[in-house]
């Protein structure tokens, strides 16, 4: 089992920047695709950004694409998301995920481990 827990969150501006951080416990990340997603008030949730096992193949929802930087360190147990330019749009609860490695591109759903989510907020 995979404990996760988002921090980061907050009320922000439009145009600024904010780093959401994912730290796991139980195990370690290594091993596994990692992910965020979020979910906007009435919306289903949605994929925002994946990131494999390896590091190095990133994927984004094209919403995100060039805005947001998915990343991780498997040293610290950690996965980080960095919003920059953020928008009134991006406003949503955001929830990190976890899920094993089953082909080397990451998954956009299905994940299997779940924080409890951070809520994010971009005032105009």
């Known amino acids: 089992q995979v404990q996760l827990v988002e921090s980061g969150g907050g009320l922000v501006q439009a145009g600024v920047s904010l780093r959401l951080s994912c730290a796991a416990s139980?195990?370690?990340?290594?091993?596994?695709?990692m992910g965020w997603f979020r979910q906007a008030p009435g919306k289903e949730r949605e994929f925002v950004a994946a990131?494999?096992?390896?590091?190095?193949?990133?994927r984004y929802a094209d919403s995100v694409k060039g805005r947001f930087t998915i990343s991780r360190d498997d040293a610290k147990n950690t996965v980080l998301l960095q919003m920059n330019s953020l928008r009134p749009e991006d406003t949503a609860v955001y929830y990190c995920?976890?899920?094993?490695?089953?082909?080397?591109?990451?998954?956009?759903?299905?994940?299997?481990?779940w924080g409890q989510g951070t809520q994010v907020t971009v005032s105009s």
């Open positions: 995920a976890g899920t094993y490695v089953i082909a080397p591109v990451p998954p956009t759903s299905g994940y299997d481990y």
């Open positions: 139980g195990r370690t990340i290594s091993r596994y695709h």
């Open positions: 990131i494999d096992y390896s590091g190095l193949r990133p």
